[in-house]
C-alpha cells in the first residue's frame, strides 16, 4: 500500500479569498444614429461569490473621493405602484436585489446613460430623463436615475449626463420576482431606444 506523505497533501489557506464573480456588462454606445443615449446590459457568467450591484451604485453615486465634491448632483429611485414600501430605501432595494437573486439567473441590469442638452438647465434634462424612465421602465421594474454633472464642481468631464439603472426583475406586490430577459437583450436596447426618440419628441410638444 502506498503510504501518504506531507508532499502528497495540498495545504489550504482557510484564510484565502475566494475569486468574486464580478459584472459583465455589453455596451451599445452612442453612434450618429443616436448621439445622446447609450445601452449596457450587464450579467454573471457564474454562480459563485457574486459581487453584487452595490458596487456599481457605489461609484455611480460618489465617483469622487472628496466627501463635499465626490458625490452625483442628484439620485431618485423610482418604483412600480405595487412595490411594497420598505423597496422605496435605496439601501434596502440594492441588498434585497442582491440577497434574493437566485445563483442561476444571470441577467441583472439594464443601463441607459442619456447625454444632457448643454444649452438648457440640467434639471430640465434630469426630469425629462425621470418622465422617460418613469413611462417606459418604472411601471415594471426598480429603476434608478443618477445624475452627474461635472460643472458644478468645477470639472468640464463628459458633459451632463443621467444614468437610468434598471433592476432585471419586476417588482410586485410581494417584492422582486423573475428577471425579464428581454429587458436585458438586443430587444430590451432597441424598445429602450425608440422609447426615448419618442419621448423626446413628445415632451417637445407638450412643453
Known amino acids: 500500500m502506498a503510504q501518504i506523505t506531507?508532499?502528497?497533501i495540498a495545504l489550504v489557506d482557510d484564510g484565502a479569498e475566494l475569486p468574486q464573480t464580478k459584472l459583465s456588462v455589453f455596451v451599445h454606445d452612442r453612434c450618429e444614429d443616436h448621439r445622446d443615449c447609450a445601452f449596457s446590459r450587464h450579467w454573471y457568467k457564474g454562480e459563485e461569490?457574486?459581487?453584487?450591484?452595490?458596487?456599481?451604485?457605489?461609484?455611480?453615486?460618489?465617483?469622487?473621493?472628496?466627501?463635499?465634491?465626490?458625490?452625483?448632483?442628484?439620485?431618485?429611485?423610482?418604483l412600480p405602484p405595487m412595490a411594497p414600501g420598505d423597496l422605496g430605501r435605496f439601501g434596502t432595494l440594492v441588498d434585497r436585489f442582491d440577497d434574493t437573486l437566485p445563483p442561476y439567473e444571470q441577467h441583472v441590469m439594464a443601463h441607459v446613460k442619456i447625454m444632457l442638452d448643454h444649452e438648457e438647465?440640467?434639471?430640465?434634462?434630469?426630469?425629462?430623463?425621470?418622465?422617460?424612465?418613469?413611462?417606459?421602465?418604472?411601471?415594471?421594474?426598480?429603476?434608478?436615475?443618477?445624475?452627474?454633472?461635472?460643472?458644478?464642481?468645477?470639472l468640464k468631464g463628459q458633459g451632463n449626463h443621467v444614468h437610468c439603472a434598471v433592476l432585471s426583475r419586476e417588482v410586485?406586490?410581494?417584492?422582486?420576482?423573475?428577471?425579464?430577459?428581454?429587458?436585458?437583450?438586443?430587444?430590451?436596447?432597441?424598445?429602450?431606444?425608440?422609447?426615448?426618440?419618442?419621448?423626446?419628441?413628445?415632451?417637445?410638444?407638450?412643453?
Do not use: M, Q
Request: hydrophobic share 40%.
Open 121 to 154: 438647465a440640467w434639471h430640465v434634462g434630469f426630469e425629462r430623463v425621470r418622465s422617460y424612465a418613469r413611462r417606459h421602465f418604472a411601471h415594471r421594474f426598480a429603476t434608478v436615475l443618477i445624475a452627474h454633472i461635472p460643472g458644478l464642481v468645477g
Open 6 to 8: 506531507s508532499k502528497n
Open 49 to 78: 461569490n457574486r459581487v453584487g450591484v452595490r458596487p456599481w451604485f457605489d461609484k455611480k453615486l460618489f465617483p469622487g473621493e472628496d466627501r463635499r465634491f465626490g458625490c452625483a448632483a442628484k439620485y431618485d429611485l423610482l
Open 172 to 207: 410586485t406586490i410581494n417584492g422582486f420576482g423573475g428577471a425579464c430577459t428581454d429587458l436585458c437583450s438586443d430587444r430590451g436596447y432597441e424598445a429602450a431606444l425608440a422609447a426615448w426618440r419618442k419621448h423626446k419628441k413628445d415632451w417637445k410638444v407638450s412643453a
